[in-house]
């Protein structure tokens, strides 16, 4: 992992800042140290954009509700479940009938939420924000 971080120093620091568009135009070079990291064949790397942008059609579908305090909310209506080894998405409303299932989702919501406090932890904004409701004031 040493060397992935000293390669995206050099870019950051030769190009003054890192976007991943630059990373792979600069590891479009074969003698480039992350020319590995990445598949050139378009042919697979195209089907895995299409896989990227199928997940992005089904997180960009929400559905809306009032909740116990009366107030209009939205949410995704798919949500990403891992069942018998594998990932797929499955309905919010079929997730809430379902305690088996709800159960796995508020794992999968316990892990993301460790990694977030191990991520941001040490800011005391990050605490603001959780007692405030996760509504920041960010100028």
Request: hydrophobic share 35%; net charge negative; aromatic share 8%.
């Amino acid at each position: 992992m040493g060397d992935l971080a000293a390669e995206l120093r050099k870019i950051r620091d030769e190009y003054g800042d890192l976007r991943r568009r630059t990373i792979v135009n600069v590891a479009r070079d074969p003698d480039h140290p992350l020319h590995s990291r990445f598949e050139w064949d378009d042919r697979v790397a195209g089907d895995k954009y299409r896989l990227v942008q199928a997940g992005e059609l089904i997180r960009s579908v929400t559905v809306k509700y009032t909740d116990r305090g009366g107030e209009a909310r939205e949410i995704h209506e798919w949500h990403s479940v891992v069942r018998d080894g594998a990932r797929a998405y499955e309905p919010v409303d079929e997730i809430a009938e379902d305690p088996v299932t709800m159960k796995i989702l508020l794992r999968e919501m316990q892990r993301d939420w460790r990694a977030l406090r191990t991520r941001y932890g040490h800011l005391k904004e990050f605490w603001e924000m959780i007692q405030s409701g996760l509504d920041p004031q960010i100028e």
